[in-house]
């Protein structure tokens, strides 16, 4: 596998506070993903990098950014926390060993906005 | 409209029985991937299929592409309790390095 560790785990926060996440992965993959999970929507795709400093929007992007300042980092930043965004978070990279495609997931990091 | 439409959402077997979960796509598929997650875990990479008529497997789980439905199917048999978990398909459009999931079946497996 890729080596893709996220952090923290789980983390509880106050709305309107800013939170970030980081995903680090050790095998150098270009492409970088972060992906939300909710009941209901299935896994839906926030930020993508194809590149150090080069980052493009997914499809549910409002009130995310992200940095990608080295290779083997990927960060998403919630600038103000709100509700909607208690979520669980996947990071993922290629993984051309599972087809051209394929990702590679982290284990997820659950955040609770209240 | 979904892009990826997955059937059945929830599914509860009995262990030994056989199962089916589809997949299908409102797009031109170019890749077609599957995925577990173990309930609070990541996903896991099962499958990956992309031609028309493929067919794969990974232990009990076998896997096979429509290309002209634009359908997968992965059917699982003699379940066990191990078997049980989030299914999601994700696939990949014309040179999109991007993968669309749909919503994932959740199966239950009652030893």
């Known amino acids: 596998d890729a080596g893709i560790t996220q952090s923290p785990r789980h983390k509880v926060t106050e709305t309107g506070t800013p939170v970030t996440l980081r995903c680090h992965q050790t095998e150098n993959h270009r492409y970088m993903y972060w992906y939300r999970q909710d009941p209901g929507h299935g896994l839906r795709l926030i930020h993508y990098?194809?590149?150090?400093?080069?980052?493009d929007k997914g499809e549910v992007s409002d009130g995310y950014s992200v940095s990608r300042s080295k290779t083997e980092d990927f960060l998403l930043t919630l600038e103000s926390a709100t509700s909607s965004q208690t979520s669980v978070y996947f990071c993922a990279t290629i993984s051309p060993r599972q087809g051209p495609y394929g990702y590679t997931f982290g284990s997820g990091t659950r955040l609770t906005v209240v | 409209s979904q892009e990826l439409e997955q059937s059945p959402q929830s599914l509860i077997v009995q262990e030994g029985k056989n199962l089916t979960i589809n997949c299908t796509s409102s797009k031109t598929l170019y890749g077609l991937y599957w995925y577990k997650q173990k309930y609070g875990e990541g996903l896991i990479f099962l499958m990956m299929?992309?031609?028309?008529?493929e067919e794969k497997s990974h232990e009990k789980i076998t896997a096979k592409l429509d290309e002209k439905k634009q359908q997968s199917s992965l059917h699982i048999t003699a379940s066990q309790p191990s078997h049980a978990g989030i299914y999601l398909c994700?696939?990949?459009?014309?040179?999109?390095?991007?993968?669309?999931f749909g919503k994932g079946t959740k199966l239950s497996v009652i030893p």
């Open positions: 990098s194809y590149g150090v400093k080069d980052t």
């Open positions: 994700g696939i990949s459009g014309a040179g999109s390095y991007q993968l669309t």
């Open positions: 299929l992309q031609k028309g008529g």
